[in-house]
């Protein structure tokens, strides 16, 4: 059974054996690469593949790597960047970085160095879209969770909170249930009324009736 790629990326240099060096190393550990010997065709393929990391030179004919970072950072936020450059000075460098490359690595490089650059890349953008991903959940539904539990608990929200049925529900003591009640009352056509936990356990019985009803 062939493994879920560790990322998709996309190579553009004008050099067809760069690109052909550094889109076997890449394959080789697992990773989806598309490849690209202009700026032109690299934005072709951004338009049409769902791409987590640019590798790009700096120095291409017509149009070069600084004119492909500014139109990423423009058009593509949730997106990594490595420049590479067979001309490395501290000036390219620090105008790369300023326009939005998030990492600069300069031709020679070993495999090990390039592999090291994509996993610290694809680790960072991986982690700010989790975190993003969490922000987003907990402020949809007020709950942190991603597995595939999870997801199915938000679907149940999403399918009780259309309805105007009496929802019961049920669960061990500090599993969540006030959590989704709310998400439930927050998502439903009742979102503007206000939403009134009450403890029935801590009440005694015989003044339950009277707390809830007067």
């Known amino acids: ?90 000036e390219s460098a620090i105008q790369a970085v300023k326009l939005g490359a998030d990492d600069y690595i300069s031709k020679p490089f070993t495999d090990k160095e390039l592999l090291s650059a994509v996993e610290k890349s694809l680790e960072k953008l991986y982690a700010r879209r989790k975190t993003q991903k969490s922000s987003y959940l907990k402020e949809k539904y007020g709950i942190i969770g991603e597995s595939e539990v999870m997801q199915s608990v938000y679907k149940i929200i999403e399918k009780a909170s259309i309805t105007n049925a009496t929802i019961l529900i049920t669960g061990e003591s500090g599993t969540g249930k006030e959590l989704v009640a709310r998400a439930i009352h927050y998502k439903s056509d009742r979102a503007s009324a206000p939403f009134v936990a009450f403890n029935c356990g801590g009440i005694p019985e015989e003044l339950l009736e009277s707390a809830l009803f007067g």
């Open 1 to 90: 059974m062939k493994k879920e790629p560790r990322g998709t990326i996309l190579v553009v240099d004008d050099s067809p054996q760069t690109l052909e060096v550094i889109q076997r190393n890449l394959e080789a550990e697992n990773y989806s690469v598309f490849i690209a010997t202009s700026v032109s065709d690299g934005l072709n393929i951004l338009d049409s593949e769902d791409i987590d990391l640019v590798i790009t030179d700096l120095k291409m004919p017509k149009v070069g790597g600084i004119e492909l970072i500014k139109h990423i950072r423009d058009n593509y936020r949730d997106m990594e960047v490595i420049m590479i450059t067979g001309y490395p000075s501290v």
